[in-house]
């Protein structure tokens, strides 16, 4: 069982966030690893900017590599597992597929197609089922204190208000690439001759599972065409 977050972690927080507010990206990446070791992960879900903080990691000139976490929900479209492929080849990247106890099948079984009701608390236990949990299982089993992910603040009302660091269910949350913007992202992906995600090219900004993606549209754009609008998080950087 993990070591439960120290009682003066609010203290150590404030420190922490003064310390990686005037970091780069990869400055941050590096702060995590030499402060956490083995216990430092990523996640990544091969979404449409995701190759930059993997390739940022890729990149790292360290004494071993940073765990890396793919929570595959059963449910991705075919092109995000084509772009997955393709990444981890490019990039000679070694991940860990985190996926639910339950197949899909088997889910639907149960619960039914619970992203069809229009329902939050629907949506909710889809997603715990399909990411919270595997995500949490991936994490206790290494013993994870510290994983970091590509959220950044102009991406939801919610986002925007988060810091470099904070706490989400027990464990540290890092956030390198919190301040940048997206025109960071397109620059970052073209210097360095990064791929985009097939769908990026069909209108998507953001995609996550194929029944609850849509491209961008005059009125929804962003994280507003993800989970037919009634949600915006899938609660895996939230602790709520």
């Known amino acids: ?15 922490y966030n003064q310390e990686l ?5 990869q400055e941050i990446l ?15 879900s091969f979404g449409i900017q995701s190759s930059v ?15 890396i976490f793919w ?5 991705l479209p075919t092109e995000t597992y084509h772009y997955a492929e ?30 069809e009701t229009n329902k939050v608390s629907d949506l909710d236990k889809y997603h715990e089922l399909r990411k919270i949990k595997p995500l949490e299982n991936g994490l206790e ?11 950044r603040a102009g991406q939801t009302e919610t986002r925007n208000k988060m810091k470099f660091i904070d706490v ?25 001759n990064l791929p985009a995600h097939p769908l990026f090219i069909k209108g998507y900004s953001s995609v996550g599972d194929w029944h609850s993606s849509s491209p961008d549209g005059m009125e929804t754009k962003g994280r507003d065409t993800r989970f037919g609008g009634i949600k915006q998080e899938c609660g895996i950087h939230t602790n709520n």
Not at 35 to 44: E, G, H, L, R, V
Not at 71 to 75: A, E, M
Not at 141 to 151: D, P, Q, T
């Open 30 to 44: 590096t702060w995590g690893y030499e402060k956490f070791d083995d216990q430092f992960a990523i996640t990544t």
């Open 71 to 75: 929570i595959d929900t059963g449910y």
């Open 141 to 151: 089993k290494y013993s994870i204190y510290c994983w970091a992910s590509g959220v």
């Open 86 to 115: 393709n990444l981890i080849d490019r990039l000679s990247l070694k991940v860990e597929v985190l996926q639910s106890e339950l197949s899909p099948a088997r889910m639907e079984a149960k619960y039914g197609k619970l992203w």
């Open 21 to 25: 507010v005037n970091m780069k990206p």
């Open 53 to 67: 903080l993997l390739h940022m990691v890729s990149k790292l000139s360290l004494q071993k590599k940073i765990k």
């Open 168 to 192: 989400i269910r027990q464990r540290l949350s890092l956030r390198p690439l919190l301040n940048w913007t997206n025109k960071d992202i397109f620059y970052y992906m073209e210097e360095n």
């Open 1 to 15: 069982m993990i070591e439960k977050i120290h009682k003066n972690i609010q203290t150590n927080l404030m420190k």
